[in-house]
């Protein structure tokens, strides 16, 4: 039988919510990590965790890493994401404990990496990263971070050390239930090819970039 049908001849109920699938020992160039696959079965997206150490429930270094295909496997310059992602990973290691969570749906802010492609090449003819998106009649940040706060539910985590420099992934947490005991910066150093995307999450996306005031200055 197919489609779920049941010896009954009833159509199985759709799994629903975030399950833990696998736990497999990930060694990588930054260290040892535990690679905790999950399935979201609300979206039908596949998530992992990367652990690191003995995490703890309180106080727990965290990323939430949106999926950038672009950034973080072909090494974009549009964007900053794979450095941050490799400051990440760095960072729960110097620390000896902490979780990296790589969002997949996550691309282009939730548009998907069709939609995100189309609206970099409005931006190189000029359109920022939140007129691009609005051009095309898509949302300009369409990210959910539930899925997120599961995971960590999952992992037992309470509180967290949020690795961000945008203060709504720490509202989202919040607002799902997951306590944000600090924010940590994640600042890294523009190049000419994204300092004008970065002033843009700024100005427009209100990210905490502060140390984009010596460039803007010298500018």
Known sequence: MTDNIGVLGKKAPQRTGVERVVNAPLPTVYGKF?????????????????????????????????????????GSQHCECGDQLDAALRAVVTEGAG??????????RGIGLLAKLRAM?????????????????????????GVAARILEDLGVRSVRLMSNNPRKREALVDHGIEVAEQVP??????????????TKRERLDHHLPHLDAVVSSS
């Open 34 to 74: 535990q690679a905790i696959g999950y399935m979201d079965h609300d979206r039908g997206d596949e998530q992992v965790a990367l652990v690191h150490g003995e995490i703890g429930t309180d106080d727990v270094l965290i990323r939430l890493h949106s999926e950038c295909l672009t950034g973080d496997a072909f």
């Open 121 to 145: 090449a409005l931006q190189a003819e000029g359109l920022d990263t939140v007129e691009a998106n609005l051009a095309l009649g898509l949302p300009v940040d369409a990210r959910d971070y």
């Open 186 to 199: 994640l600042l890294i150093p523009p190049c000419e090819n994204n300092i004008t995307y970065l002033r």
């Open 99 to 108: 979780i990296v969570v790589y969002l997949r749906g996550h691309e282009g």
